[in-house]
């Protein structure tokens, strides 16, 4: 059973770093992306960044320049610096991991952690 554990939330003050991470356990046949996405309050859950295995990236505009998302070489792990912190990145942070269990599966199964808070006071 694939289970993905998000850390690295919390408080943060202006002008400061964020790092989080996403590990999965649980094996799967291959990987098509992983990222992160955020949520704020009465807001559609928004992208920040994705990664696939190859290193290509896609990455919203309000985080150009200040992030860097990588994932490890088992592609188990993802994880994103976002810099320079503003108190508008303050929201839910949500790890994807889009995935594909087995050689003869029908295509890929998104799988979202459970979201882990980010605090950036004003």
């Known amino acids: 059973q694939v289970r993905l554990v998000e850390s690295g939330g919390g408080f943060v003050q202006p002008g400061g770093s964020l790092r989080l991470s996403c590990a999965r356990s649980g094996s799967v046949f291959s990987v098509k992306r992983m990222g992160w996405y955020r949520q704020t309050r009465g807001k559609e859950r928004e992208l920040v960044a994705t990664i696939t295995p190859r290193g290509d990236t896609i990455s919203a505009v309000f985080v150009k320049g200040r992030l860097t998302i990588s994932m490890d070489n088992a592609k188990t792990t993802v994880t994103l610096q976002l810099n320079h912190l503003k108190a508008e990145d303050t929201a839910v942070y949500y790890c994807?991991?889009?995935?594909?269990?087995?050689?003869?599966?029908?295509?890929?199964?998104?799988?979202w952690g459970p979201g882990t808070p980010v605090n950036v006071p004003s």
């Open positions: 994807l991991q889009e995935i594909q269990y087995y050689k003869c599966s029908s295509g890929y199964v998104e799988h």
